[in-house]
């Protein structure tokens, strides 16, 4: 992806899109109570079918029928970490995409060592976080907590080592949304601050990358194609909402609705 | 009902709608952790009074005050499986309304074998799933899968088995909700396929069907006319929304507001 | 507060708002699952940084980097109600304020207890509820329902005898709020009947309670200043709203946009 054309990104984008909304991918969940709902709101609107479950007696079926899977640490506890683990061990066995969100590593000892016993067990194929959730998986034991603030050329060197460790697709959200594979970068400017005042975004996003990762064999294509699709549904709702409730109706609106148009006329990538 | 006068049964349903909104009776929820808040506001909006629960400790003293018990089966685990059996004994010994919904009934061993044991322990009052979740509960052993597509015909004999082996009556949601009894049968032609876009819409429908109960003793009419309000809010809503963001807030709206003269002009059932 | 002048304390609850939109304080909520998703847009739309975490293991991690403790009963079992007790302990010992919110006290035996036992082992900073719930931690044993309704005066009458019993704030919402120290009172009027309607506006209130308590020192001062945002945006909220549904997506907008001439045009406190 060193010739970038924005519009030849846009189109593949759509395709994928399309095929999402044909298709209807089942993507099994295993998230946080915060964002149940709202993933799956937003995996609806997108055309997915999503499904959470986190019974171990059930996982097996589960992934049998899955497209892809999601595990996204935001409310941890015993049941569910055990459930993350023969999760990823069984979609690892059936080849389908599993997409890691480690929500608040780097914020508590127990997220952290979590999130690295879940990744040395099975490599994800895509890892989505900020930047301090991504770091803190590089430095096993020292929090950095929540708030951490890093440059985008420090987010680039992170995600970089995190990718030849793992073997896998590295996604830093922000201002700037990063995507690095061992071999291609790309950068998306797309996005608004209000994605910030309501919970689950960032969650929506790795839900996201798990869809197309369902319908597109690259994982490092289908997590940028995830990505600006996210971006700039924000960026469209955003200019149209009042403040962060309506917002969220609207994200659902613009998605349901997205066209090639649409994202061809707002893609910003480089 | 082999001559239904359509007026006459809107007439019913707003009937049984202001005693709701006069009674505001005490619904018992245990149902999954992603419908959670969409399923309290929804009976909120009715008229309700929801309350969602699932302590061992407690259940026999919500039980006790509660008018009607849902019981969902849509995520699953160990603690709410033995929670949701002693709720269901406990309500069958007070007399009152089960609804069970067999979320994903079909889609896993799991679900399939909880919903099953769950109807062979106590009779609930109304079952209500779509066609391939209903199915399920007749072939114990396979797997349909969430996809399975039934024709009406066969979605009708399949409730008609499950009505017979459980006495009870069984409502499959779809594009036309069939609702049957041992001796009654109504299909309900409103809707839209918006309501398929975002998450809960059946549990939704589960919960009113056990809001009707609350206030009408006649299970199979209670659940039509659950049934008919649901299908005309969102066909309401449907027509007012920019796509399922806006449909979700707007169903709410139009359900708080619903008059007896929308019933009257959308009501199509036979 | 004896003499309260409404424009003073406007510009006062002006000042600890522009303070939480600078800090962002992060707020640590166990809560129940009904509301999750909505504590967390309602305390973003406010402008904290709110964080849901159950597990023992990370208590004490995210404890100290709290500035408040939300403790919500609304949906117990084991596993939270120990870790509620946990973070009640580490919480006392950071020094920071801890507010309950007894859900459901008086309606189940379990929620009583549960309440009474936390209390009495660390007491917290604040306690809100309704009338009964504040009721039914005088009355150990007795279930007084969900229902029970309270004059103003015996509101008053109770809320006091639980700032004695306990040497904290309490908060007792309804068509007035009632706020009551050892030597202060203020009653709030604000608000609207359409709060009544949606699911988790009192925990929200609650988790706005925790908010201020973050950037004020003084507890009872926090509380009023929590309940007369809460009030004025519902007020505001309704009276843009068609129902339920639209209310709450404007409620999170009026609160992002919430303006000192807002509060100064709307305050109804004695």
Not at 176 to 189: E, G, H, Q
Request: hydrophobic fraction near 50%.
């Amino acid at each position: 992806m060193q010739q970038i054309n924005p519009a030849d990104v846009a189109s593949a984008v759509y395709k994928d899109l399309l095929s999402i909304r044909n298709k209807a991918p089942l993507v099994h969940n295993i998230t946080n109570f915060v964002v149940m709902q709202s993933t799956a709101n937003a995996l609806l609107a997108l055309g997915a079918s999503p499904i959470m479950a986190h019974a171990e007696e059930e996982l097996s079926d589960i992934i049998n029928i899955a497209q892809s899977l999601v595990v996204n640490i935001g409310t941890l506890d015993t049941v569910w970490i055990n459930a993350m683990h023969k999760a990823m061990q069984l979609a690892a066995l059936r080849k389908i995409p599993i997409i890691l969100d480690p929500v608040g590593a780097g914020a508590t000892k127990l997220r952290t060592k979590t999130a690295l016993q879940l990744i040395q067990q099975v490599s994800p194929t895509v890892i989505r976080g900020n930047a301090s959730e991504i770091a803190s998986l590089l430095a096993v034991g020292s929090t950095k907590g929540v708030d951490s603030v890093f440059s985008s050329e420090q987010s680039v060197d992170v995600a970089a080592r995190l990718v030849t460790a793992y073997d896998c697709v590295v996604v830093i959200s922000g201002a700037t949304d990063i995507c690095l594979s061992a071999n291609a970068k790309l950068s998306i400017k797309n996005g608004s601050a209000l994605m910030t005042r309501i919970t689950g975004m960032g969650c929506t996003a790795t839900a996201f990358i798990a869809t197309f990762c369902a319908v597109n064999p690259d994982a490092f294509v289908a997590a940028t194609h995830a990505m600006i699709v996210n971006g700039i549904v924000g960026e469209i709702a955003a200019s149209k909402a009042n403040g962060p409730g309506s917002f969220q109706s609207i994200f659902y609106d613009v998605l349901y609705n997205l066209t090639e148009k649409d994202l061809l006329e707002k893609i910003d990538i480089e």
